[in-house]
């Protein structure tokens, strides 16, 4: 039996004050990657299965690595905030939710530095 | 109310009971090319991985991501990107306040879809340079 009045239980738990800033990273990483995807997209298609040295070949580009670099900052952010919004609106068990917004909140910052420091250790030709 | 008894209230008809139509039937395509996009993503993070560690371990990513199964997947991502793609851009206009209408939203949604499949054999005849599947 809790003595806490509903006032002090709800207290603190109303909105995070965060919507607007999501709602508005959602919509300038969209925006970026118009450009981005598009630039990203051929170089990479067409390396795929060009072999070892053609792809460090390609990538050794300064535009090239630039654009995969600066694909990979923008889509993970994006991706990141539009998982949440999906994760919040399909997970309701609140241990699963946590879980899985905390794991997504995470994991995504840590392949954008994976895919960052591909690109770069080809780049800089280590 | 102050009675504390729960208040019988009508509830608004629920999402189940209506009849699927384009327009919501896009919206969630477009969450679920969204969820599998990142799941493209992973598998480009992990080609470039494999080209900055060694001749041997890309030829082994490379040879899974360009098999027959590697490709069908890379295939339908490609749609699943011009999907997301195209419809992006049709939220980026609702967000703009553009296209709002019933009318206008039916047009644009079956646009989006047409787009998407002329891209993605545009694009596979593009990166191919016709030779589809060499």
């Known amino acids: 039996m809790s003595f806490r009045t509903d006032m002090a239980k709800a207290r603190g738990l109303g909105s995070a004050k965060d919507g607007t800033h999501h709602w508005v990273s959602q ?5 970026a990657l118009i450009p981005l995807t598009l630039a990203f997209l051929y170089p990479f298609a067409t390396s795929l299965g060009s072999g070892y040295e053609a792809v460090r070949e390609t990538y050794q580009n300064p535009i090239h690595a630039l654009v995969a670099i600066l694909t990979f900052l923008v889509m993970f952010r994006h991706l990141r905030l539009g998982i949440q919004i999906v994760v919040e609106d399909y997970v309701h068990g ?23 420091f591909a690109v770069a250790k080809i780049a800089f030709g280590a | 109310m102050a009675d504390g ?36 993503a992973v598998l480009i993070v992990w080609w470039f991985l494999a080209a900055a560690t060694s001749p041997a371990y890309f030829a082994y ?34 967000d703009a306040g553009k296209g709002l209408g019933i009318g206008e939203s039916a047009r644009s949604g079956w646009r989006v879809v047409a787009f998407s499949l002329v891209f993605t054999a545009a694009s596979i005849w593009l990166v191919t340079g016709g030779s589809l599947g060499a």
């Open chain 1, 27 to 31: 919509r300038l990483t969209a925006i």
């Open chain 1, 94 to 116: 609140p241990r699963l939710r946590a879980g899985l917004l905390i794991t997504n909140a995470l994991i995504w910052r840590g392949f954008a530095v994976i895919g960052i």
């Open chain 2, 5 to 40: 008894k729960q208040v019988e209230r009508p509830l608004s008809p629920h999402i189940t009971i209506y009849r699927p139509q384009l327009t919501s039937m896009l919206s969630i395509v477009h969450r679920i090319t969204g969820v599998g996009l990142a799941l493209g």
């Open chain 2, 61 to 94: 990513v490379d040879g899974l991501l360009t098999s027959v199964i590697g490709l069908l997947i890379l295939v339908g991502s490609l749609w699943a990107f011009w999907y997301h793609f195209f419809n992006g851009i049709r939220h980026l206009r609702w």
